[in-house]
């Protein structure tokens, strides 16, 4: 044996406290957008009915990201309901399925996710139907020039 003093290893760091409210508060929201919204925000609170109080501040409410996201991707509803009236022809299929498959799987995470966002669930649902809707109309007109082209090569041409 040595008579070499065995040195303790030193302390472990204590650990780092979690952020407390006010200090995640204070970090977050700086930018001048987020100053405007909240103001905006602060002002309308003011003149929310009782009745409505519970939407205003449900999770998912419009206070939220939560809530406007889904508002504006009732664009994407619109533009498809509007493709409604575009020649088959001009479809684009792989569009429409990257749309249609993103919508269905978006409706599924909007039940999954907590809090459940139903306007989430019903926009992704309405952008994965008019899409599908879309898919068939490109299908339709696809199996359409098919059989034309067939009908074409069949008939014997005439000299």
Partial sequence: MSSAAVQPPPPAPAPRPPP???TAAASAGKGIHSKL???LIGA??????????????HPAGPKTIFFWAPVF???LVAAGLGDLARPA???SIPAC???????IIWS???LVIIPKNYSLFAVNLFVGLTQVVQLGRAFNYQQGQEKLKKEQEEKPAVA
Avoid at 97 to 103: D, I, K, Y
């Fill in 20 to 22: 407390s409210t006010a």
């Fill in 37 to 39: 919204y909240n103001g």
């Fill in 44 to 57: 309308c609170d003011k003149f929310v009915p009782a009745k409505m109080r519970p939407l205003w501040l």
């Fill in 73 to 75: 991707k009732w664009g």
């Fill in 89 to 91: 022809d001009t479809i």
């Fill in 97 to 103: 399925g990257a749309l249609a498959a993103t919508g």
């Fill in 108 to 110: 599924r995470y909007s």
